[in-house]
């Protein structure tokens, strides 16, 4: 069958205009069945994805023409243009090659940068739900087409422009398009065609957040052909701004630039002093600014994150921000829900209350036969009372919703009732949408026999909407005598650590469609079993031994909360439970910073905490997966949104995302944060001492007027090969097992403290030290060439700083052991660093262009002895004095 083309009716010029039908009939949809998978890939290959262009990247050839604009290409043209002016033609030659040698490594790893984050970017892929061939679906919001029936909730991130044509209590918040703050009621009234987008309340469009309710639209403009997108040239010419870390080593980059200047004139002068040859005094110092500025430090910190933010995604642990992982590293307190984050999310039906009666549920299989009247009343609201998409097939795909909502149909239709039946017998009128405001739902229904409410919420709130109980098969007054007796058995059951909805319900013929949920029955409750993660258990002591706090924030009762927080021993001590209530009343001062668990607590008091903990000085992150959690995640500094249940608006805020919602995954983030902060502290102390040490033996051997010191081209080697491999591999490390062995580090530090330089400083004078003590013994008693002890010091030298990597290690570890020696891009760039000096070596062109002399056994033995001699020194001095790490 062809299928017909809307090219002459999409984009429709005024949706909101016109009627629904109208609108179905102009771009063929179908508000019954849904598209077919058929229209749909027509639909994508004559429309394109539900996308537009993101934030312009440089092109490929900027990137490379912008290699050629730093200071480090321009100090090499300055002695390129000296070597021909001085008409050193093959050491002008050289220098052009290293410069294009420095332009082509920094290329490719900006390049790679670039890679790593597009690849972060495509894990982030936001889905939607629609209406497709008669079933609800989920797919990637990008597959969006015209005339797709999409289905949104509170919570929901719109992926497209739409007319409403269902709703129920539907609000959005169009702040990101209209600037107007308040949220808008939508309605399904026909509009006039002038009016403005801010006006439009029969539309949703792209990039706005659902608050309230649910509804369904039909898409009448995906990609560019919605609001947001015909205002993306904004979006294109969005500047890129640099993150804290890359702007501290933008900064560390330009101290070192002026230090090293200072060095390079005062070199220049004293040789000058000296009668010097002043051609190889320039170049000799030129050179050494060139080795002593680490100008591709920030690219090389930007590899660094992006690889460790891709190993954390493999983790389930996906970071959208490069500045969050610097953050990590000074996490000490972390606010955590407890379902699915603390608790398996596995959620099934454990119990039944019936009055004073509780009867145990075993794999979804009620134990008894009595009070079937009522049971069937709790089974009728549970299939009702419900917006989850699921069966008792087992099938995940056919699953949708809240995991409560799941399990309540997975119940029922194990107990062999026909959800569609029930859903065709009481078809759905209105509804009053679940809020962590109220913590309660209710949907109204008709019936044969009139109308029909069902309704669910927790406990202590839904009794109170209820003036009457079932008992047996009788329905009696409710009175405060009976709405005790149903709190303490919900107090004794949620003790246990099960979680407790109730359930009520009205049958009457004149039942309002606004207010609905007054005057109800009470039917009993329904008990929850979550199980801990018992695997917690080891990463809560690991919190502990890092210093950092763990405080569980959740709506669920005090009773269930503090169950779950003694099984997984979320505190050493005694745990101190505060409830929403006393929060409100009367805040407990005293012990707010000592309580481990809030629970009852609603989104407005999960901001505070937030903010409370923020004003003492901690570092708080904090878990959310609802859209009233949005203040608290974008308040904290960090905001770690649950990837299973948390819905759009959590995930946008949020600056990490964890796809299996595991508090495990939680401890890992921060583990890696802090391993990649170490990391590129590591690279930054190995590349300045290794350039210090160069500093520390072209002055002294100059000083001294030594006619064998290391050639400038010699230096420019040794900047390209045995500094730029191994810092790059130390970027790449996975951490130690001290990581989390240490309190957290404070995010405003500078990256390079005191500390670091006194390391630096310790480690270039033990490198400098034995290589020119030998090369002068060399020189003064072997009476070796000045050629052939030019050669000696720069082998020596360049072995010394190859090794030097294995000195970079913690000197509470093992020497052997360690997160340096287990790291295999450490041994991959030695490998590669050694063969490349062996070409360098062996090569007779190549050889001459650095300088190098055939040398003998007795030379290379003296060259390697003394390459290794400042390693020994190095760790003695670490393991004896215990001043440097």
Same mark, same amino acid.
């Not at 709790?378 to 399990?407: F, H, M, R, W, Y």
């Not at 207010?515 to 009470?522: A, M, P, W």
């Not at 009233?628 to 805020?653: C, F, H, S």
């Given at each position: 069958?062809?299928?017909?083309?809307?090219?002459?009716?999409?984009?429709?010029?005024?949706?909101?205009?016109?009627?629904?039908?109208?609108?179905?009939?102009?771009?063929?949809?179908?508000?019954?069945?849904?598209?077919?998978?058929?229209?749909?890939?027509?639909?994508?290959?004559?429309?394109?994805?539900?996308?537009?262009?993101?934030?312009?990247?440089?092109?490929?050839?900027?990137?490379?023409?912008?290699?050629?604009?730093?200071?480090?290409?321009?100090?090499?043209?300055?002695?390129?243009?000296?070597?021909?002016?001085?008409?050193?033609?093959?050491?002008?030659?050289?220098?052009?090659?290293?410069?294009?040698?420095?332009?082509?490594?920094?290329?490719?790893?900006?390049?790679?940068?670039?890679?790593?984050?597009?690849?972060?970017?495509?894990?982030?892929?936001?889905?939607?739900?629609?209406?497709?061939?008669?079933?609800?679906?989920?797919?990637?919001?990008?597959?969006?087409?015209?005339?797709?029936?999409?289905?949104?909730?509170?919570?929901?991130?719109?992926?497209?422009?739409?007319?409403?044509?269902?709703?129920?209590?539907?609000?959005?918040?169009?702040?990101?398009?209209?600037?107007?703050?308040?949220?808008?009621?939508?309605?399904?009234?026909?509009?006039?065609?002038?009016?403005?987008?801010?006006?439009?309340?029969?539309?949703?469009?792209?990039?706005?957040?659902?608050?309230?309710?649910?509804?369904?639209?039909?898409?009448?403009?995906?990609?560019?052909?919605?609001?947001?997108?015909?205002?993306?040239?904004?979006?294109?010419?969005?500047?890129?701004?640099?993150?804290?870390?890359?702007?501290?080593?933008?900064?560390?980059?330009?101290?070192?630039?002026?230090?090293?200047?200072?060095?390079?004139?005062?070199?220049?002068?004293?040789?000058?002093?000296?009668?010097?040859?002043?051609? @190889?005094?320039?170049?000799? #110092?030129?050179?050494?600014?060139? =080795?002593? !500025?680490? +100008?591709?430090? $920030?690219? %090389? &910190?930007?590899?660094?994150?992006?690889?460790?933010?891709?190993?954390?995604?493999?983790?389930?642990?996906?970071?959208?921000?490069?500045?969050?992982?610097?953050?990590?590293?000074?996490?000490?307190?972390?606010?955590?829900?407890?379902?699915?984050?603390?608790?398996?999310?596995?959620?099934?039906?454990?119990?039944?209350?019936?009055?004073?009666?509780?009867?145990?549920?075993?794999?979804?299989?009620?134990?008894?036969?009595?009070?079937?009247?009522?049971?069937?009343?709790?089974?009728?609201?549970?299939?009702?009372?419900?917006?989850?998409?699921?069966?008792?097939?087992?099938?995940?795909?056919?699953?949708?919703?809240?995991?409560?909502?799941?399990?309540? @149909?997975?119940?029922?239709? #194990?107990?062999?009732?026909?959800? =569609?039946? !029930?859903? +065709?017998?009481? $078809?759905? %009128? &209105?509804?009053?949408?679940?809020?962590?405001?109220?913590?309660?739902?209710?949907?109204?229904?008709?019936?044969?026999?009139?109308?029909?409410?069902?309704?669910?919420?927790?406990?202590?709130?839904?009794?109170?909407?209820?003036?009457?109980?079932?008992?047996?098969?009788?329905?009696?007054?409710?009175?405060?005598?009976?709405?005790?007796?149903?709190?303490?058995?919900?107090?004794?059951?949620?003790?246990?650590?099960?979680?407790?909805?109730?359930?009520?319900?009205?049958?009457?013929?004149?039942?309002?469609?606004?207010?609905?949920?007054?005057?109800?029955?009470?039917?009993?409750?329904?008990?929850?079993?979550?199980?801990?993660?018992?695997?917690?258990?080891?990463?809560?002591?690991?919190?502990?031994?890092?210093?950092?706090?763990? !405080?569980?924030?959740?709506?669920?009762?005090? &009773?269930?909360?503090?169950?779950?927080?003694?099984?997984?021993?979320?505190?050493?001590?005694?745990?101190?439970?505060?409830?929403?209530?006393?929060?409100?009343?009367?805040?407990?001062?005293?012990?707010?910073?000592?309580?481990?668990?809030?629970?009852?607590?609603?989104?407005?008091?999960?901001?505070?905490?937030?903010?409370?903990?923020?004003?003492?000085?901690?570092?708080?992150?904090?878990?959310?997966?609802?859209?009233?959690?949005?203040?608290?995640?974008?308040?904290?500094?960090?905001?770690?949104?649950?990837?299973?249940?948390?819905?759009?608006?959590?995930?946008?805020?949020?600056?990490?995302?964890?796809?299996?919602?595991?508090?495990?995954?939680?401890?890992?983030?921060?583990?890696?944060?802090?391993?990649?902060?170490?990391? !590129?502290?590591?690279?930054?102390?190995?590349?300045?001492?290794?350039?210090?040490?160069?500093?520390?033996?072209?002055?002294?051997?100059?000083?001294?007027?030594?006619?064998?010191?290391?050639?400038?081209?010699?230096?420019?080697?040794?900047?390209?090969?045995?500094?730029?491999?191994?810092?790059?591999?130390?970027?790449?490390?996975?951490?130690?097992?001290?990581?989390?062995?240490?309190?957290?580090?404070?995010?405003?530090?500078?990256?390079?403290?005191?500390?670091?330089?006194?390391?630096?400083?310790?480690?270039?004078?033990?490198?400098?030290?034995?290589?020119?003590?030998?090369?002068?013994?060399?020189?003064?008693?072997?009476?070796?060439?000045?050629?052939?002890?030019?050669?000696?010091?720069?082998?020596?030298?360049?072995?010394?700083?190859?090794?030097?990597?294995?000195?970079?290690?913690?000197?509470?570890?093992?020497?052997?052991?360690?997160?340096?020696?287990?790291?295999?891009?450490?041994?991959?760039?030695?490998?590669?660093?050694?063969?490349?000096?062996?070409?360098?070596?062996?090569?007779?062109?190549?050889?001459?262009?650095?300088?190098?002399?055939?040398?003998?056994?007795?030379?290379?033995?003296?060259?390697?002895?003394?390459?290794?001699?400042?390693?020994?020194?190095?760790?003695?001095?670490?393991?004896?004095?215990?001043?440097?790490?």
């Amino acid at each position: 069958m062809a299928i017909e083309s809307i090219n002459s009716s999409y984009p429709i010029e005024f949706p909101h205009a016109e009627d629904v039908e109208k609108i179905a009939q102009l771009i063929h949809a179908n508000q019954e069945s849904g598209l077919t998978e058929q229209e749909v890939q027509k639909r994508i290959k004559e429309y394109g994805l539900n996308s537009y262009k993101a934030q312009k990247q440089k092109s490929i050839f900027l990137v490379l023409v912008d290699q050629f604009k730093s200071p480090i290409v321009l100090l090499l043209v300055v002695a390129a243009t000296l070597s021909f002016l001085f008409e050193h033609w093959l050491e002008g030659f050289s220098i052009v090659g290293v410069l294009f040698i420095t332009a082509a490594l920094g290329f490719f790893m900006e390049l790679q940068a670039r890679r790593s984050m597009n690849a972060l970017k495509e894990m982030d892929v936001s889905v939607s739900k629609v209406f497709r061939d008669n079933t609800v679906i989920e797919i990637p919001s990008e597959r969006i087409v015209p005339g797709d029936i999409l289905l949104v909730e509170a919570g929901d991130i719109v992926p497209a422009d739409g007319r409403l044509f269902e709703l129920n209590q539907f609000e959005a918040d169009e702040s990101a398009l209209t600037g107007e703050s308040l949220p808008v009621t939508k309605k399904l009234e026909t509009l006039e065609k002038n009016s403005g987008i801010a006006d439009q309340v029969n539309m949703i469009f792209k990039g706005t957040a659902i608050v309230k309710g649910n509804a369904k639209a039909i898409i009448t403009g995906t990609g560019l052909h919605t609001e947001l997108g015909k205002i993306t040239s904004l979006v294109e010419t969005a500047e890129q701004t640099s993150t804290p870390l890359e702007k501290k080593l933008q900064g560390l980059t330009k101290k070192l630039m002026w230090i090293t200047s200072g060095f390079a004139l005062i070199f220049i002068v004293t040789g000058a002093i000296q009668g010097k040859d002043i051609y @190889l005094i320039v170049e000799t #110092a030129l050179a050494l600014a060139v =080795a002593a !500025i680490p +100008e591709g430090l $920030p690219i %090389v &910190a930007t590899i660094a994150l992006t690889y460790g933010m891709l190993r954390m995604a493999k983790k389930n642990v996906l970071i959208k921000r490069l500045a969050a992982v610097e953050t990590l590293g000074g996490i000490n307190t972390i606010f955590t829900d407890k379902t699915g984050t603390l608790t398996e999310n596995k959620i099934e039906v454990s119990n039944l209350t019936i009055f004073d009666e509780t009867i145990s549920v075993e794999q979804n299989k009620i134990s008894t036969d009595d009070n079937k009247a009522i049971i069937d009343k709790l089974l009728l609201i549970s299939t009702l009372c419900n917006n989850a998409v699921a069966d008792d097939s087992g099938n995940d795909k056919k699953q949708l919703g809240d995991p409560i909502e799941i399990a309540l @149909l997975q119940f029922v239709a #194990a107990n062999k009732i026909d959800l =569609a039946e !029930i859903n +065709e017998q009481y $078809p759905r %009128v &209105a509804e009053e949408a679940f809020s962590s405001e109220t913590k309660l739902m209710g949907t109204l229904h008709k019936t044969d026999n009139g109308n029909f409410v069902a309704a669910k919420g927790a406990v202590e709130v839904l009794i109170e909407k209820c003036t009457a109980f079932c008992k047996g098969d009788t329905i009696e007054k409710l009175t405060e005598k009976e709405k005790n007796i149903f709190l303490e058995k919900s107090e004794e059951i949620q003790a246990q650590g099960t979680r407790v909805l109730a359930f009520a319900f009205k049958e009457d013929n004149s039942i309002p469609t606004d207010n609905f949920l007054e005057d109800l029955t009470f039917a009993g409750f329904i008990g929850f079993l979550d199980p801990p993660r018992m695997e917690v258990v080891g990463a809560l002591q690991s919190c502990r031994d890092a210093g950092i706090k763990v !405080i569980m924030i959740t709506g669920d009762h005090p &009773a269930t909360a503090l169950n779950i927080a003694e099984k997984i021993k979320l505190s050493d001590k005694e745990n101190i439970v505060i409830n929403g209530k006393e929060l409100e009343d009367n805040p407990p001062e005293n012990n707010l910073f000592d309580a481990t668990v809030f629970a009852r607590v609603d989104p407005k008091q999960k901001l505070d905490m937030v903010t409370l903990y923020q004003k003492r000085g901690d570092i708080v992150a904090m878990t959310g997966d609802g859209i009233n959690d949005a203040p608290a995640l974008k308040k904290a500094d960090i905001g770690i949104a649950m990837g299973l249940r948390g819905t759009q608006v959590a995930k946008e805020t949020a600056e990490i995302v964890l796809k299996d919602d595991s508090f495990i995954s939680i401890v890992s983030a921060i583990e890696q944060g802090r391993a990649i902060f170490q990391n !590129i502290k590591r690279f930054l102390v190995y590349l300045l001492s290794c350039n210090l040490s160069e500093i520390f033996i072209v002055f002294t051997l100059g000083l001294l007027n030594f006619s064998f010191s290391i050639l400038p081209l010699q230096i420019l080697f040794l900047n390209l090969v045995t500094d730029i491999f191994p810092a790059l591999a130390l970027g790449l490390g996975k951490g130690n097992e001290l990581t989390m062995k240490n309190p957290p580090r404070n995010p405003a530090e500078a990256i390079v403290v005191k500390k670091d330089w006194i390391n630096i400083i310790v480690y270039a004078f033990f490198m400098a030290l034995p290589i020119m003590l030998v090369s002068w013994y060399c020189s003064s008693y072997l009476n070796y060439e000045p050629a052939i002890c030019n050669n000696i010091t720069f082998f020596s030298l360049a072995l010394t700083q190859l090794w030097h990597v294995l000195n970079l290690s913690s000197r509470k570890v093992s020497f052997i052991k360690n997160e340096v020696t287990r790291n295999a891009f450490v041994w991959y760039a030695l490998i590669l660093c050694i063969i490349i000096m062996a070409v360098f070596y062996l090569v007779p062109s190549l050889k001459a262009i650095i300088g190098l002399q055939t040398l003998d056994t007795t030379m290379w033995l003296i060259i390697v002895g003394t390459s290794f001699a400042p390693v020994v020194l190095i760790q003695l001095f670490k393991r004896m004095f215990k001043i440097i790490d």
